[in-house]
């Protein structure tokens, strides 16, 4: 009888563990939605519509922990979409991880939202790699910030990828070199009930409905609005 009652409670723990893990998944999907929402909410120092519009693909990495005296580190998780250009819309949001980098100069540890704008189809291909690390000519340049930046950011919008950070309500473009981003295939398949890597996703429509699909809507409905 014993045995029995054992045996039960483990199936019932390995049964809820599936479950816990998509509902992780599913709330970082939500906060990611509603960081983006909140950054564009305020329009003087949101990111440029203009460069948005022109955006190939979005990653949010909400309240990513970061942590530093004079030499910055983070470690948060996020997801990313890309946009379809044929069909239109958004494509369901892939899971990664970013560690590493500096902010510069700083002191203290808080937890901050990043946000990756991807300009050009280079940028899309690097961060459906396996691990890309940050740096060198694959850089993510500080982004322009407010409804009128646009208009001196002929530099920026040569670049890859325009990174930007909020904190404690300050929000700014900022420097992330060094740090890596990496696929989070686990929490893919959580998320998906299936292995699958980021290029999988974004790309190639692998992808199965998730039971979480209210996430998803609020997550693509918020690219929709700011990112047309």
């Known amino acids: 009888m014993v045995t029995f009652v054992c045996v039960f409670v483990l199936a019932l ?3 809820a563990r599936p479950a816990r893990a998509q509902s992780d998944q599913a709330d970082r ?12 909410a305020a329009s003087d120092k949101a990111i440029p519509s203009s ?8 990653a949010v990495f909400p309240g990513t922990i970061k942590g530093a005296f004079i030499v910055g ?3 948060g998780h996020g997801i990313m979409s890309v946009r379809n250009a044929n069909a239109g819309g958004w494509s369901l949001p892939a899971f990664l991880t970013i560690t590493g980098g500096s902010f510069g100069l700083q002191i ?3 937890a901050v939202d990043i946000v990756l704008v991807v300009m050009n189809r280079r940028g899309v291909e690097n961060l459906v790699q396996n691990q890309f690390e940050i740096g060198g000519e694959a850089s993510a340049t500080a982004g322009p910030v407010g409804r009128d ?5 002929d530099v920026q919008l040569r670049a890859q990828i325009l990174a930007y950070s909020r904190s404690r309500g300050l929000f700014a473009g900022v420097s992330l070199k060094g740090a890596a981003i990496r696929q989070d295939e686990d929490s893919n398949q959580d998320f998906y009930g299936s ?5 999988d996703i974004v790309l190639d429509n692998k992808a199965g409905r998730p039971e979480a699909a209210d ?14």
């Open 13 to 15: 723990t390995a049964a």
């Open 29 to 40: 999907v939500r906060n990611a939605g509603t960081a983006l929402s909140e950054i564009m």
């Open 195 to 199: 292995k699958l890597k980021t290029r």
């Open 73 to 75: 580190a983070q470690r």
């Open 215 to 228: 996430a998803v809507a609020a997550w693509r409905g918020a690219l929709a609005k700011y990112a047309k």
């Open 51 to 58: 460069i948005l519009e022109k955006a190939e693909a979005i």
């Open 108 to 110: 203290g540890g808080q």
């Open 149 to 153: 930046a646009a208009a001196s950011t």
